[in-house]
């Protein structure tokens, strides 16, 4: 895929909409009707107290803001799902939205402060604002209220003076927080802000809410509201900006409450999203609770309200310490009650997981550690026994890798393996000093490495029958076979092996190659045939004024074809590759293919070693 700029994408919102029509490059976004053209986005919000016209016009105007910033991202496809990067992956974006207070918005500051959150969060490359003043100004303001926002449904908000103000999306982590808050904090009460994003999360955020109330009668205070796309479905299910909005309205409801504060409960690895898993590096898993995010969007508000602050009072725990939260607190079967799936897509039967997705495999491998895999949900397909597919492999794969310690041996390791991640994170994370910091995080991630090898031989202990065989796609082959201890590249290298060994004996079986030359060329042709997607003749790699032109690359993965006829002797072939060694990048895999028809080549496991030990990731396989 092309790292060229995607199409800018104009919003209109409002008033300020040409059309009630949305193509790839132009959005009109509508809450109401105005004149003739229709609603087609659904802000259903319920007022906050009984009188909303007591709420400052820039508190309004956030919140519209966020609602079509939300419905926007998801009109918008960001493309390939291949796609390797989140530049790769962005989309720019321009929108233009009435507000009420216009001096207030018309600040740079602010409008910097917005892109600069939104873009880290989303992976997009541009968020641009343009702000108009509103031609609702000059309306009444109990009209203007209900016309731009709310609906006619008031939340009876008591006692808001003793209560704390929590995001809850019906996931494991938001759940954990409701019930140690109540059970912690006896004498405070708690409004949870949620998002009613389907039919399937409402049912769960309801069933969650009312077993809670139910045993702490008069503590817990709901607040659910709507905002999705009315007429069009939706293209992008990543909602990676639903971050802005849940926050922008629970700030809207601390507001009211005269809070300074809100809580945000998930896990400190989730937060992070080291890439080590094939979502992360696809850029399918998002960073909306990532600690720079989070200290993003205390900026935005802090335009608002200069002290406000966004508490994540699990930022240094693990998916299994979530767990362990339930147990401490004996509402374990509430477990199966909460959804932590990030697979929006429609799931089959009644399962409200699909198993596959990383936070899927987080949580099963969660629950296994923690001892709790009796009381957690049920999941559509089973990876213990059967891996359903290829993104499932890699993601756990990833995972255990990680867990393997092999990039996590001491602090500096962490840095230098995700040294972008660990500048991104430094600067927020809760220590004085950026050593103390990078101390903590790695403690972090050490005790989620020993989290999950301790759920893998649970996993291993529970279901592991030794009078079976092992079915040979499952996670248990893969935890017996240490799969997961291989890097990529020799992964790559031995599915190659796999093509060649058979294939070139037989391709030359009656006429051998007539130069080197042609035999790259049948190389090519076979792992072509085979599935694969080799250049021939690329990248041309420039070294002082010289240049070098591979045989066959993939990515990274340059091959070399050495082709040993006739009387050729095994120092000519190992003069070449010596060369070519001097003449790529250590950033570039190198992999030999030599065919040796005539046994030239007399101590293979030698003329191999002699090249394998000078240098990392160089690897060399002879052919007959």
Known sequence: MTNASPKLVKVFCSELCRSDRCTSTELN?????????????????????KDPENLPPRILDLIQIASYVFCADRLVNRGDRRSLSNKAWGRNFEFHIPVLDYDFWNNQMLQNALSEALV??????????????????HLPKTDLKQLSLFNDNTEPFNGMDSADVLLFSGGLDSLAGIVERLNSQPNNKLIVVSHKSNNSVIRTQKKIIEHLQKHHIDRLLPYGFECHNKKTQSKEETQRTRMFLYSSIAFAVCNCADKHNMYVYENGITSINLPIQADIMNARASRTTHPKTLNLMKKIFSFFDSGFDIIAPYYDKTKEDVFKVFATYDEKNLLTSSVSCSSTRKKPGTFNHCGCCSQCIDRQFAAYASGLEN?????????ITK?????????????????????????EEIFKNFPDEMVNLLEY?????????LAEIYLLFSRYSDS?????????????DL???????????MLSSREYLKTPTQIRVEEIDKVLIPSIPQTFHSAKPKDENDFSDKVQALLTAAGNRFTREYPVLR???SSYRADLSEDTLIIESKYLRGKTTPSVATEGIAADITKVPDRFSLLFVVYDPERNISEDIEFISSFEQKRPLCFVRIYR
């Not at 976004?29 to 107290?49: C, D, H, P, Q």
């Not at 880290?120 to 100004?137: A, C, H, P, Q, V």
């Open 452 to 464: 999950v090898i301790r759920a893998a031989k649970a996993i291993q202990a529970k279901h592991d």
């Open 375 to 383: 009381y957690d949900a049920e999941y559509a397909d089973n990876f």
């Open 429 to 437: 994370w809760h220590c004085d000093n950026h050593e103390d910091s």
């Open 543 to 545: 070294f002082g004024i």
């Open 120 to 137: 880290f969060m989303t992976g997009d490359r541009k968020y641009n604002f343009i702000f108009e003043r509103s031609e609702l100004g």
């Open 387 to 411: 891996i359903p597919d290829d993104e499932t492999r890699q993601r756990l794969w990833q995972m255990l890798r990680l867990a393997s310690a092999e990039k996590l041996q001491t602090p």
């Open 467 to 477: 009078s079976n065989p092992i079915a040979c796609d499952s996670l248990l082959s």
């Open 29 to 49: 976004l509508l809450n109401r009707k105005i004149n003739s053209l229709e609603a087609n986005i659904v802000t259903g919000y319920n007022k906050f107290v």
